[in-house]
Every structure is written in C-alpha cells, then in structure tokens.
C-alpha cells in the first residue's frame, strides 16, 4: 500500500439553481478514486453549499495514483428520483508524485458538465502521502518529472540527454461502443473522458517505467497526442526525450512547509532516482542487455521496450587525447565517430528538443521527413497495440535513414502526427538531421578536455550552419560556399530545420513568419483506393509545398528556414498542405540570390512585357523586405571567399518518402534537377497562379511581426505584456466546381484574413511580435475547412529597438533574462569540468555556493545575473510592471512558449494535460456554431487556470492545444467539439519583484509571495 | 466561401472600449459596424471591413457571455471563465449601469413595473436612445431595487456592495430607487425644465434627513421610505399660517430683517404670505400619499414659480429661505423648532437646487 491519498471538499459556489420549484439546490459531492467512492453531506438549499467535509482517505498503489484521475462529482438531492448531476472535476494527481513539484492542490476548480459547460465551482484540497517502494519490478514510475517544455526547463541543468522515449496505448473508444445507442451523450461523453485520462495516466507511467530504466529523471518535451480512429479505436501515443536533470537550486527547499506534512515521506521514492552526481563517477556496466519484465497481463508496450533506447554507455576513456588544437577537420571526423558511437546503440537517436544546451548541437543537416498512408482496421485486442507501434517503427526507421544520409546520426527537433479521415491515416514524422556532441549524451567528466578543444574550434554562431555531410559525396546536388562568418567550413546555400533558432547564430536583421499553403482536390474512394490515391498525391503536395517554402523565403530576401512544420491533412475529397515556419537571415549563410521569371514563349511582345512587368514587382518586393525586416548584410566581395560560386541550383533539405500500406518506400528528391536556380517558369496558367499568390502575401501592418518559433530573431526588448489567444476559424467551400486554384484562392485568402483579424485585434499591443504562431488545419467534414491557431503576443520596448548598434552586454542582458539558466549554467558546467580557463572566475565560488545552498537561491541568482550584465538594473526596472491591483481570482498567464518575458521561472509543478468534450443539443440556443465554441475554450482556458492556481503556480509556459475537433450538425440543433490541452505549471516571479528583494533584503524569502496567495483557499 | 465559425479567445479577455459602447447603446452588429467605418478606424489600421465585421461579433459574443456576470457584479469578480484585470472589470461595472440623463428622466419615480416596460417603445422614439439600451437601462433600475429593497442600512453602501459601483453612480442609483419606491412625480411639463442631478440633490437630501434612517439605523429600507412619524407631525406646522398673528408676526421679523437687503423686497413683502402659506401647506399634505408624489409639483407652483415671474435672483431666494427658516425660532408661541428645521432644513436645499430656469 505505497500511497494514501486524501481529499477535503470544501465549500461550493455560484451553483446552478436545480430545483425550479425553491430556486435553489440540494447539493453533495461524491469523490471517487478508483473503485472507492466517499459521499459529502447533503447541503440543503444552497447554491453557495459550505461543505467542510472531513478527509477522505483512499489507500492505493501508486501504480493507480499515476494512472486513475480524481474524479470528484457534484450532486442534487432528490428525495424521491435519482439525483441530478450537477457536474464533475478531474483532478489528475500526478504533479503531487515528485517531490519537487507541487505539495498540495488547493483551490477553487470550475464544475464542468459536458452539455452545460461550466457550472459554479468547488474549493478542493487534496494531498498524497507516498510511503517507500523497493519493489525493483514495480510499475510505477513515480518521482519522474514530465516536461512538455522544448528545451532544458530553466532551473535545471542537463546531466545527460538520454533520448528518445515513446509509447503508445489502444483502446476501444466509448463512443463507438454498443452501449452508446443506449446511454445518454452525457454518460458516452464522461466515460471518454474519463477513459483518455485514465490511458495518459497510464502512457506516462509507462513511459516513466521506461526513463528509469535509462538511468534518468525527467522527461523534457513531451508530446501527447490522441488518435481518434473511430470505429477502429482510439490511441493515445507520446514522445519524448529522456535526460537527467540536476536541479541548479531548490526553491521547493524553502517553501512553506506548511502545506505539506507528507514531505518527507515523499522524498523517500525520489531518493531511489539514480542520483546523477554520484552516479557518473563511476563507469556503468553496460545494463543494456538486461530486459525488464513487466508482468504481462498489464504491460501494453512493444517488445522491443527496453531495447529502445540504450541504458548506458560504455566510456569512451582516452578517446580524446592526443588529437590536439588542429583544424576542424580531424576533429569533426573524432567528433563524428565519438558521437556515432554514443548513438549507434540506440534504436532511435531522436530528440524532441528544439532548444539545446549550449555546445550540444555540432551541425544541423537539413529537414528530414517521413509520411506513409495506412489503412485503419480495428483494434481487436487493445492489450497488443503491435501494429500501432509497427507503423510507427517503420517511419522513425526512415527518418533514421534519412538522417543517415545527410551524413548526421541524431535527429532533433523531432515529432509525429497524424491526419485522419474515415479508415484512412496518414502518419508523419519529421525533424531536423543533426550532429550532437555527445558531452551530453553519456557521463560527461572523461570528456572535458576533448569537449574544451571543440568548442575554442567551433567558431560561435556559426558552426552549426557547417555540413555535417561528405562535401565530394553529397546525398543531393546541392550547392555550398565557405561560410561567410568564419570562412573555413563549407555552409550549404539554404537552411530548412524544425528546431528553434540557436541563441548564438548570427542573424541579420528581423525574421518573419512564412506559410506555404496547397490544396489538392481528390477524388472520393473507398479503403484500399482511398489510399493509394492519396500516396499518389502526397509527393506532388510535398513538392509544391517545398517550392512554395523557397520561393516565399527568397521573396523575403531570406536563407534560412526554422521551425518547419508541414502539416498534410486529409478530407473526403481533398488533400490540404500548410507549411510554417519563421524566416530569417543567417550571417554564416550565403545571401540568397533572387527570383527570375522566365516565359516560355520568348517571340510574344506583349507577353514579354508582362514578364518583364511581373519580374519588376518581384524584384521591388524583395527589395521592400529587405528593408522591412532591416536586412543588410556586409558587402563580402567574390575574392574573399575564395571558392568560385558554381551555378547556382535550387536544392532541397529535404529527404523524405511516403509509404503505402504496402510498404512499398519511395524515396523523393525534391532538388530540382538541372533547372537553373530560383528560376519561375510561366508555361501556363497555373504557374501564373503561382506567382500571383507570391505577391499576395501581405506583410503584416507596422509594428506587428510574427513568427512561429520560440522568439523573435532582432527582437530582444519584450515587455512583460503577453495576450495568448486561440482563434478558430472553418469556412464553406461552395461546391460547384471546385478547382485547385479556387481552393487554393479559397484557403489562402482563409489564413490571410485570420492573420489579418488578429493583427487588428492585438493592435492595441503594438510594437508586438506574434510568436509561436501554430496553425492547424482540418477538413471535418466534405466542404468544410478548419484552421485553428494558437500564439502569443508579446509587446516589445519600441525605444530599445530602435537602437541598432546593439553592445554585446545588452545581448547578453537579454539572454539572461530569457535564458538566464543557460547562461548560469554554462559557467557551472565548466567548473565542474574544473577547467582553468574559467570565463567568471570570481563568480565560480559564489555560483556554487547558489545552487548548493538551497536557502536563498533565487535570490541569490539575480545578484549574479546582474553581475554578468552591467546593463542590468536600468532594464530591469523598465521592463518592471505595475503590480495588479486586489482581485480575488490570482491571475494565471498562458504562453505557448518555454519562458515568460520579463520573469523568472524559479519552480516546475508538474505537467498539465486535460481533454474535454462538451456538446449541445441546443446549439442556437448558444449563440450558434460560434457562441458554442467560443464559450468553450473560454472554459477551457479557465479549467486549466483553475488547475494550475490550485496547484500553487501562476502560470502555464509552453501551453499547446493539440486537438480541437469540432462537430456540427445544424439541421439538428447539435454539435460536439473535443479539445485537448496540455503545458508545464509553474510558479514565476517577476525580475522586478527579484531585484527589489536581492537589493534591499537578500535573504527574504521571495519565492512564495506570488504563488501564496493562490495556494490558501 | 463563406464562414461558418469565426471566434477569437484571448487568455486575458480582451474588451475594445468602442465597441463596448456601441454595444451597451444598443447597436446591431451592422449598425456597430458602419459606425466604426464611419470612425475611420478602417484608414487608421489599414484593415478590411470583413475584419471589422469579424473583429465586432467577436467583441458582441463576449459581451453577451459577460452580460449574465454582470447583472450581478461580485460574480464577475469571483467567476472564473473570463480572466479580466480588476481596473477593466470596473469600467465594465461602471459602464454597463451607466445611464442616459433622457431615459432616466423619463422614468424616475415611475413604479419599475411591467406596466413601465411596456411604455419603453414611447420612451426609445422619444428620446432616440435604441429600444435595447432603454431595456437594460431600465433592467439595472429594477434589478437595483430589487436587491436593496428590505435591506437594512444605508441605501447607497448596500448598493455599492451589491453592485460594485462607484460612490457618484451608486448615490444616483439611490435617487433612482428612493424615487422609484416614493413614486414622486417628475414627469408634468412644469418639472420638464429640471435635470436628474436636480432631483438627486433632493432625494439625497430627503434621504438624510427624512427617512425612517435618519432617526433609527437598524430597520429596514430605512432609507426608502419617509418617515411617517415625521410626515404626520407636519401637520403641527399649519399654526404658522392659520394663526393670524403668528403670520403676521413671522412676516415682519422677516421684513425687517431683509430690508434693504433684498433687491425684490417690495414683490417678496406683497407675495409672503402667499409663499408661507405654499410651503406650510405642502408640509401640512404630506400625511397623504398622493401628495408625497406631487411635492415636486407643489414645490414649483407654490413657490418656484410665484418667485420666477417676479424674477428674484436665486441670491434673494437665498436670503429670503434663509430668514424665513431662522425667523421661526423666534415665534415664541411655536412650539415645533426641531420638527420645523427637519422640514425646512431639507426643503431650502431643494428648492434652492430647484430655482433654475
């Protein structure tokens, strides 16, 4: 009996009136974990009920604690029919498991019903004492921490980057089960929901089962997803990549203890965690051919579980000695086979990171992709969820190829999605072939001297723009220059990845959001028709998807492409392509050259004219973006680089393959052959097309800019002012004669207005820049087309960017303020490597001394951050907002990316991950398809608030909605939409707020001031 | 193409201020939209008139979803769904129990009744404010009372607490329900030249020192309904103008007081008998509840009037209300002192507020 949890119902209010008769409501709560269920008194006419219930207790294996939410429901008596329910809360209890995260859940949580949405709220407290398990074959995993944060979460440091981690569950979905032609849609509704919460539980233990048995902590992004595969089941499947974090200070230390009487015990389980300090001194015995058993009745995952990933690796002991200081060459050759090693053992070299440690990521290869069609058939047993997991196999292992043959062994910024429609899926796969230095992937400390040597080799900024691939033996024709920045390595012409740009490239000018947008009509079939005529499709999409992407970039004056993400969803009759990504100009990278149109029919006049007319508004439009987004490279003349510029080609970055379900690869070069480089031909109408749809793109109105990575490249003066927003949008296509350039016209004009629409709402934010703009797209039904984004807007100081000469102080000012952990921890690692070349050496004893005394970290570390950055108190106090006046609901931001401008994260409360469904069967009632669903994610958002205010936090960071599928159906006055949401909670203090208490109290203990008063109810 | 669902959800709500008063006056979501054209915000932002549209619907779903919370303001306080910063969440408040000097002049003292609501169609032609604003208008005028009504305490701290408003609109909201509840008339041609801030000033007055609250805190609507105590006793003051000698004596210590210091003292010694027995005779009525309603229309025939087409300057009205009052004291055959300062005290601020043109 490893775990008691227990729960206090409070007090309820703004109840919904239930009895017609009274105005008023009869109302108890019933609180179920597992099969136990406690009841609450009845409060009698109330609908501000004060219940003041005891503790119930529930007595439960911690291998339940992670899988089962607490589903707590609220009541009407009725004497003499059943009782009405009012509502019901999940509380998913696994930010209490690990010791660092949060120790109580407190607070008020909104009631939700899934036909009436929101009804009042309840005051919930609900704590866990966990007792020790030594149980080796234990199913639990409790104690490791989830991340679904990108890149190391800020007040950790990275020991070891294991790697991939990935595993799915199956399941029959309730509401194809038999029993629903009978249930109400409430019932159907609840019992899905409580079924997915009840398969993430599961999933994440599993895949914490499965970082334990590699030795690490935590898992650093964490993607979740749901397939819904209707008749055929419902699958719920996450990656992500497992490290050891070392928490670089402990606020969690200093805490009010008060809430948690359980602490100690909590800390006993934590304590099994391999400690990363004591346990890289030593060589580990290759563990990696021990498999660990489950016991079979319960384990869903492959066969192949343990073999995934590697468990250790052997040291590589001397590896690095007497290749001294030489040119990159040798070393990069060294490298290559160190980090070939540290990889090969994996079955997967795969990283959902986006963001890197510094000195992680060596070189960056190019975008590799993979996509296959299958065929949906039901799950018949959910316990061998095999063929789920085969298909997926198969793509990670072309990717893997891919990345391969771009000469690199990792593959980073990975992830997976799927698109489906009726029996049909598409499955994709995509990341960013990368060479890693393998510091990170194994014990570090051997090491040290090689790692020192590469990074003085590595030139800052532009190293990883560098080939990773044979220069005389390239996988596809590309064209390579020596880089412009240290004019030693050879660099490609053009950049695609999915990874968030590095801190320290070197970029010129601002970057901007690019879209390639592409529909593809099809024709309606059944199954194994279906699908090849879709894999039929999908190189020609990916094709003019890639080209889009090129001709965009080039329009922009631009060469580098990060955080492609090409999404290919599928409907009845039509396949729809979008491509995002954010633009920008790599100093390190060739300037691009630009955009000629050639006609085919050369003896035309008129026609020339046209061209020449056409070739001139291109030409003016490359211009204005240059001078748009301040790019202005140094002239560089011909000589100085020395290699002679061979024609130029347009090539791809791209590798990538569809499959069928036949298996049949078919690998796709999107290099356009011998054509000359960025080169339009008009030969007719469609190509025509093409270009107009170029200019079309609006820039966005001044003072706004968008992008969809982490941050703004140019942009480095935020404000605390961040507005993070979800807009939905579905149109109607009028279905007479669709065409491909109407449906183009049709979506191009559908994501140009939504963009529009928000420049004009946010206008009151301006200077802001959009970012992490995430667009989704889908067809629910024949004619319908669904786009939904999520982003953030974030205002930036005008006065500071219009400073261009900007001092590197001021750079490193504001790396410190987004990403002041790394910046502190790279000192750290280096002492711990103990080198003498020591950047801060008077800072050394004084960071040490931070992170171990857990005291007074926070602190602490703002004295040294300002320390590395003269600059640092006038900014600081600028940036510093007026604190909000009283309000009795503490206030919770969302943001889609890692980091809160302006504010310091100094504690992760655990993951957060809610589905909901909410259905009507009054639609008009509700204000129509757009009352319906905007009043949803309200709710939405306010649920997720809710929980993370309870938790004790103040914010969610890196928040996604990654499914929002809506149903109508107006002729019956009915819809149904299902969202799900996930980010990190987390407790954020305010720099201001920081440097207030470290200049005049250094001592004080800060931290809890803004969560305290969230955590009392 | 055409769109079938267009929502915008922002983590913190997003309210436009414009667009909120176009909605709380009333306007469709066409009308809203071609006023905002007609701003010139289009030349402004350089957006389309199908973001607009787009932009408006979206604020009007949010302000319909805000309006239930805000018909009981704590609860947009305590709620949940819509995060809003406090200092908007005011001007929400504020905004949406603001009200238009013509609606509420149209409606004060009139019974906050169906019957009423019935009538807003005449009252939306006449005034030109949209049937829908005069809706809400008269909504938060009937919620209003409804909440305080049998509440004990002071009318505008229960007002405020319900309710959330600031001190000047919960004290107008007082004179709404304090005339709504008395039911004094307001609405005769001879009143139509006084303002609402005219008849605030007396329901402040008439709220301080007439209620049952000026005498006793604990009872309630303390500060609704007039004293009837008081209202009998004043029939004791009718000896000023009945007793012969009692007139006659109160005329010359009046006269002789104001001699000389009155620019109108010849037409204010002709009329004073006239005008004492006008505002003892209004006081005498008050026991009947359908002459609690005319006060304001006794007020200005009785005494406002008589002065006006004599045109005294409102510093002689000053001066004589103030001699008129304080001579009483020394009448030693009066017997009524406190009773004749509690009347009169209040009815010389009144009428003071009243004589205007």
Redesign the interface.
């Known amino acids: 009996m490893p775990g008691k949890l227990k729960v206090k119902i409070v007090a309820g209010?703004?109840l919904p009136v239930m009895d017609r008769a009274s105005d008023l409501t009869d109302a108890f709560v019933e609180v179920k974990f597992g099969n136990t269920t406690f009841k609450t008194d009845v409060c009698l006419k109330s609908l501000n009920p004060q219940w003041n219930s005891e503790w119930f207790k529930f007595e439960v294996d911690d291998e339940d604690l992670q899988d089962e939410p607490l589903q707590i429901t609220v009541l009407d008596h009725d004497t003499y029919s059943a009782n009405d329910a009012i509502g019901k809360v999940y509380i998913d209890i696994d930010p209490l498991l690990y010791s660092e995260a949060a120790t109580v859940i407190s607070g008020?949580f909104?009631i939700y019903d899934t036909i009436h949405g929101?009804r009042g709220?309840i005051n919930v407290v609900v704590k866990v004492d966990l007792f020790n398990d030594l149980n080796r074959f234990r199913q639990s995993s409790c104690g490791v921490k989830f991340f679904c944060t990108t890149s190391i979460p800020k007040c950790y440091r990275a020991v070891i980057i294991h790697g991939f981690v990935e595993e799915l569950v199956v399941n029959e979905d309730p509401e194809y089960q038999w029993i629903d032609r009978i249930r109400t849609p409430r019932a159907s509704n609840e019992a899905r929901q409580r079924l997915i919460s009840l398969m993430s539980g599961e999933l994440q233990r599993k895949i914490g089962l499965k970082v334990l048995e590699m030795r690490g902590n935590a898992v650093v992004g964490y993607l979740q997803c749901f397939d819904l595969e209707g008749e055929s089941g419902l699958v719920v499947r996450a990656i992500g990549t497992a490290c050891t974090l070392d928490k670089l200070s402990s606020p969690a230390a200093f805490l009010p203890a008060c809430n948690s009487p359980s602490k100690e015990m909590k800390e006993i389980p934590f304590n099994e965690d391999p400690n990363p300090n004591t346990h890289s001194s030593g060589p580990s015995t290759p563990l990696k051919n021990q498999t660990y058993s489950f016991s079979p009745s319960k384990s869903y995952s492959r066969q192949s579980s343990s073999s995934d990933t590697d468990l250790s690796l052997t040291p590589k002991t001397g590896m690095g000695s007497g290749s001294a200081g030489k040119e990159g060459g040798p070393f990069k050759a060294l490298l290559r086979q160190q980090t070939q090693s540290a990889l090969e053992q994996r079955e997967f070299p795969f990283f959902t990171l986006t963001a890197f440690p510094p000195g992680f990521l060596v070189h960056v290869g190019g975008v590799v992709s993979a996509r296959s069609v299958k065929l949906l058939d039901r799950i018949h047993n959910p316990d061998e969820p095999e063929t789920r997991d085969a298909w997926w196999a198969e793509i990670r292992q072309e990717i893997k190829s891919h990345a391969k043959a771009l000469g690199c062994h990792a593959v980073v910024g990975y992830s997976e999605s799927t698109s489906i429609c009726e029996e049909v899926c598409i499955l994709s796969a995509s990341g960013t072939a990368a060479v890693l230095n393998p510091r990170f992937l194994q014990d570090g400390t051997v090491e040290g001297c090689l790692e020192q040597r590469l990074e003085e080799n590595l030139p800052a900024g532009c190293g990883f723009c560098h080939i990773p691939y044979d220069e005389l033996n390239m996988p596809f024709p590309a064209h390579l220059t020596h880089c412009y920045n240290c004019r030693k390595q050879k660099v490609p012409d053009v950049l695609f990845t999915t990874i968030d740009l590095p801190v320290d490239a070197t970029v010129i000018g601002k970057g901007c959001l690019i879209q390639a947008r592409l529909c593809r009509l099809k024709k309606k079939a059944q199954a194994e028709a279906n699908a090849t005529a879709i894999s039929n499709l999908l190189p020609f999409m990916e094709y003019e998807v890639h080209t889009q992407l090129m001709n965009k970039l080039k329009l922009k004056g631009m060469n580098a492409l990060f955080g492609l993400r090409i999404q290919i969803s599928v409907g009845e009759n039509m396949l729809m392509g979008l491509a995002s990504a954010t633009g920008v100009y790599l100093a390190a990278l060739p300037t691009p050259g630009g955009i000629q149109i050639a006609g085919k029919t050369p003896n035309d006049g008129s026609y020339e004219q046209h061209i020449s007319h056409m070739q001139k508004k291109i030409n003016d439009t490359i211009a204005k973006n240059k001078e748009l987004y301040e790019i202005n490279p140094p002239e560089m003349s011909e000589e100085i680089i020395g290699s002679p510029i061979p024609e130029p080609r347009q090539r791809s970055r791209l590798l990538r393959s569809q499959s069928e379900s036949s298996d049949e690869v078919a690998e796709l070069d999107l290099s356009h052959g011998k054509k000359d480089a960025f080169v339009l031909e008009i030969d007719d109408t469609d190509a025509m097309e093409d270009v107009h749809s170029l200019l079309t793109d609006v820039p966005p109105?001044s003072g706004f800019y968008s992008c969809n990575t982490e941050i703004m490249p140019g942009i480095n003066n935020w404000t605390s002012e961040i507005?993070?927003?979800?807009?939905?949008?579905?149109?109607?296509?009028?279905s007479l004669n669709l065409t491909n350039q109407a449906l183009n016209k049709?979506f191009n004009?559908?994501c140009e207005?939504l963009l529009?629409?928000?420049?004009?709402?946010l206008?009151s934010m301006i200077p802001c820049c959009l970012c992490h703009v995430n667009f989704t797209v889908s067809l629910p039904e024949d004619e319908?087309i669904?786009v939904t984004v999520t982003a953030v807007a974030i205002t930036f100081d005008k006065n500071q960017a219009l400073q261009t000469a900007k001092t590197h102080a001021e750079k490193s000012l504001q790396r410190a303020s987004t990403d002041n952990e790394e910046l502190l921890q790279f000192p750290l690692e280096l002492c711990s490597d103990s080198l003498p070349s020591h950047p801060f050496p008077p800072a050394k004893e004084h960071l040490e001394s931070a992170s171990s005394n857990s005291g007074i970290p926070a602190a602490q570390r703002a004295v040294t951050v300002e320390k590395a950055s003269p600059v640092g108190e006038g900014n600081f106090r600028n940036r510093s907002s007026p604190p909000?006046?009283?309000?009795?609901?503490g206030?919770?931001?969302?943001t889609p990316l890692s980091f809160i401008p302006g504010a310091k994260i100094t504690k992760y409360l655990g993951i957060i991950n809610m589905f909901f469904i909410r259905e009507t069967t009054s639609l008009r009632e509700e204000?129509g398809?757009?009352?319906f669903?905007?009043?949803f994610?309200?709710?939405v958002?306010?649920m997720v608030?809710?929980h993370v205010a309870a938790l004790g936090g103040n914010a969610v960071v890196s928040y996604i909605m990654k499914q929002c599928v809506?149903m109508?159906n107006p002729n019956k006055n009915q819809a149904q939409c299902l969202i799900n949401v996930s980010g990190d909670a987390v407790v954020f203090v305010r720099e201001s707020e920081l440097e207030v208490v470290s200049t005049q109290q250094p001592t004080a203990n800060c931290q809890p001031a803004c969560a305290g008063g969230e955590v009392t109810t | 193409?055409?769109?079938?669902?267009?929502?915008?959800?922002?983590?913190?709500?997003?309210i436009d201020e414009d667009v909120y008063r176009l909605w709380l006056d009333g306007y469709s979501v066409s009308d809203a939209v071609a006023l905002r054209v007609r701003s010139g915000i289009l030349e402004q932002?350089?957006?389309?008139a199908?973001?607009?549209q787009?932009?408006t619907?979206?604020h009007y779903?949010?302000f319909?979803?805000l309006e239930r919370l805000l018909h009981a303001p704590p609860?947009l306080?305590?709620?949940?769904?819509?995060?809003i910063?406090?200092?908007r969440?005011a001007l929400l408040i504020e905004r949406y129990y603001a009200f238009d000097e013509a609606f509420v002049r149209e409606v004060l003292g009139k019974k906050l009744s169906k019957g009423t609501k019935k009538d807003l169609d005449d009252i939306s032609t006449k005034t030109g404010i949209t049937l829908k604003s005069c809706r809400r208008q008269f909504d938060n005028f009937k919620r209003v009372f409804k909440v305080v009504e049998e509440m004990r305490g002071s009318l505008v701290d229960n007002i405020q607490q319900h309710f959330l408003l600031s001190d000047r609109l919960a004290r107008d909201y007082a004179a709404i329900v304090f005339f709504a509840n008395n039911r004094f008339e307001t609405g005769k041609k001879k009143l139509q030249y006084l303002s609402f801030g005219d008849f605030a000033f007396c329901a402040e007055l008439m709220i301080q020192n007439w209620t049952l609250g000026a005498v006793d805190s604990q009872v309630d609507d303390m500060d609704m309904d007039l004293d009837k105590e008081f209202l009998q006793d004043l029939k004791e003051l009718k000896v000023l103008v009945a007793d012969k000698d009692l007139l006659d004596l109160h005329k010359s210590l009046v006269c002789t007081a104001l001699r000389g210091k009155l620019g109108v003292f010849s037409e204010m010694e002709a009329n004073f008998k006239n005008l004492s027995r006008g505002l003892v005779n209004v006081a005498a009525k008050l026991t009947h509840t359908k002459d609690v309603r005319d006060l304001f229309v006794d007020l200005v025939e009785k005494f406002i009037e008589p002065c006006r087409s004599d045109h005294w300057p409102l510093n002689d009205v000053r001066l004589f209300l103030n001699q008129y009052s304080a001579s009483v004291h020394s009448l030693d055959g009066f017997r009524h002192q406190a009773l004749w300062d509690r009347y009169m005290g209040t009815l010389r601020g009144c009428l003071l507020r009243l004589y205007h043109d």
Request: net charge positive; glycine share 4%; with cysteine.
């Open positions: 209010r703004h008020w909104p929101i709220e109105p507005q993070m927003f979800t807009s939905v949008r579905v149109i109607r296509l009028s049709n004009d559908l207005n529009k629409s928000l420049y004009f709402k206008r319908l669904q909000c006046a009283n309000s009795t609901v206030v919770v931001k969302m204000g398809v757009s009352g669903l905007h009043a994610i309200a709710e958002f306010a608030r809710a809506f109508e | 193409m055409t769109s079938e669902l267009d929502i915008f959800v922002g983590n913190t709500t997003l932002t350089g957006a389309t199908a973001v607009l787009s932009d619907m979206d779903r949010t319909h979803m609860k306080l305590h709620q949940l769904i819509f995060q910063p406090p200092s969440q």
